[in-house]
């Protein structure tokens, strides 16, 4: 299983950045196909993806952060990050970075899913202020 670390959370006032990373603990699977993403949690709400990257460098973003965030990775450093521009009140959060490298959760990762064939960091949390 592998481990991930996510750091960058903080407050910020609407309209601020905040630049997320996650740290993996070992690089991609045998094969090289995985996928890996951001989600993220607001208080009474249910989890929900915000963007992901696969293997391929394809990336795909919830219509909510479309043209504000940025997922990115360097994989030789196996770390994932997601620049985050334009913040609104609404993107307050735990945000989570997940991992899959099953075919199954690779699918469920590009569509930004919920799936238990991830890998989950612990959680940074984003604060931002109207």
């Known amino acids: 299983q592998v481990q991930l670390v996510e750091s960058g959370g903080g407050s910020v006032q609407a309209g601020g950045s905040l630049r997320l990373s996650c740290r993996s603990s070992?690089?991609?699977?045998?094969?090289?196909?995985?996928?890996t993403g951001w989600f993220r949690q607001a208080p009474g709400k249910e989890r929900e993806g915000v963007a992901s990257?696969?293997?391929?460098?394809?990336?795909y973003y919830a219509d909510s952060v479309k043209g504000r965030f940025t997922i990115s990775e360097d994989r030789a450093d196996n770390t994932l990050w997601l620049q985050m521009d334009s913040l609104k009140a609404e993107d307050t959060a735990m945000y989570y970075c997940?991992?899959?490298?099953?075919?199954?959760?690779?699918?469920?990762?590009?569509?930004?899913?919920?799936?238990?064939?991830?890998?989950w960091g612990q959680g940074t949390q984003v604060n931002v202020s109207s």
């Open positions: 990257i696969d293997d391929a460098g394809r990336t």
């Open positions: 997940a991992r899959s490298n099953s075919l199954l959760g690779i699918v469920r990762c590009r569509r930004r899913d919920q799936s238990d064939d991830y890998s």
């Open positions: 070992r690089a991609t699977s045998i094969n090289g196909n995985y996928c």
